[in-house]
Structure formats: structure tokens, C-alpha cells
């Protein structure tokens, strides 16, 4: 197939994605990646969204453990064996991973890359609160602790900047952000 439905993707994904941490963190991707194609591309909404969701669909059959160039081709192959052959969507998933080869170059292809660290950064200031709740996190605190290189050490906050060659600031990013994951605040248990 050439098109795929939100349905269908996240069917693919609960088929090879089964740890919680991993899933919620692929929703809070897809959240990002829906509230960012609002503003660059309305009519690819569902499809940006998709994107965001099936980016890390790999996670638990790659061995990028040992070799962090296969997280992005091993979704490929899962994709082509499922009857996916979704080019954008390929390019998408590998250019997240620019380690596998393939380096960001189209707007969708920064905003996945942007908004994979961004998920965890936000979620890591929400912990940081006594209710641990998406609700109390301020545009104002993701922006110092974004400064703050010990905190979140693992967020890339190289490929968090990348949003910036889409058109978006940094302040509108972390409002996009924000906001979209406060809208699934409850499903991702935030």
C-alpha cells in the first residue's frame, strides 16, 4: 500500500512495540507532530501525525544497542513486510536517525527529527513537579532547563534546534509542544 491510516498504524505499532514507556512515548511524538503539521501543513495533519507515531517502530526489534545505524532501516523492513511501501514516510523514520545514513532535508523530516527529543524533554520537566503532571509545566521552565546541560542530558538538544529550519522559533515549538501533549496528557499518563 502507499497510503497508510492512522488505524493502521497504530495497529503496526501495538503488533511490534509492547513496553509502555515506548509507546507513550511514540503518542507524545505523534501529538507533537499533529500539532506541528497544523502549522505548516494542515492538509498533511494525519499523515505528519503517522509519522510521529511509527518513528520508533523498530524499538524493541533493532539491535541498535549494538549498532545504532540499524534503529530506522530494521522500520523500513517491518513497513515493506507489512505491504507498506510509504517512500515520505520511510525518508521521515531514517532521517530521525541521521546516525543510519540519512540525514534530515525536507520540512517533515526536521519536525520528526525535532519533535522525538522534545517529547522526552517536556515529559522530564513534568517530572520535576510534586504531581508530575503536564498541567503545572510553564513555557518558562522548559526554556531554563533547556539551558541546563545535566538536565535531560539525553534529549538532543542539537536536533531539538533543527525545528528551527521548518520556520518555527524555539518559543513556538515549546508552545506547540506543550500544548499537544497536554491534549493526551491523561493517555500518556502525564
Known amino acids: 500500500m502507499t497510503t497508510i ?19 507513550t512515548h511514540s503518542y507524545a511524538v505523534e501529538a507533537i507532530m499533529r500539532g506541528l503539521a497544523k502549522r505548516l501543513a494542515p492538509e498533511e495533519e494525519e499523515f505528519w501525525a503517522v509519522c510521529g507515531l ?4 523498530d524499538e524493541e526489534t533493532a539491535p541498535w544497542r549494538d549498532d545504532f545505524a ?27 536517525n541521521p546516525i543510519c545514513g540519512k540525514n534530515p532535508e525536507t520540512t517533515l523530516e526536521y519536525a520528526l527529527i525535532a519533535a522525538d527529543p522534545m517529547s522526552g524533554f517536556v515529559k522530564a520537566v ?6 508530575k503532571k503536564l498541567a503545572s509545566v510553564k513555557k518558562k521552565s522548559i526554556t531554563k532547563r533547556f539551558k541546563e546541560a545535566r538536565f535531560a542530558a539525553g534529549a538532543n538538544r542539537q536536533y531539538m534546534m533543527l525545528i528551527e529550519k521548518t520556520g518555527i ?13 497536554l491534549e493526551i496528557a491523561d493517555e500518556i499518563g502525564l
Open 70 to 96: 540499524t534503529h530506522g532501516p530494521v522500520s523500513v523492513e517491518i513497513l515493506r513486510k507489512e505491504g507498506f511501501n510509504i517512500p515520505v514516510l520511510e525518508n521521515a523514520i531514517m532521517a530521525h
Open 169 to 181: 522559533s524555539w518559543d513556538e515549538f515549546v508552545d506547540i509542544s506543550l500544548q499537544s501533549m
Open 54 to 57: 511509527l518513528h520508533d517502530l
Open 126 to 131: 513534568a517530572q520535576i513537579y510534586p504531581d
Open 5 to 23: 491510516t492512522r488505524q493502521q498504524a497504530y495497529d503496526l505499532l501495538n503488533k511490534y512495540v509492547k513496553g509502555d514507556n515506548y509507546l
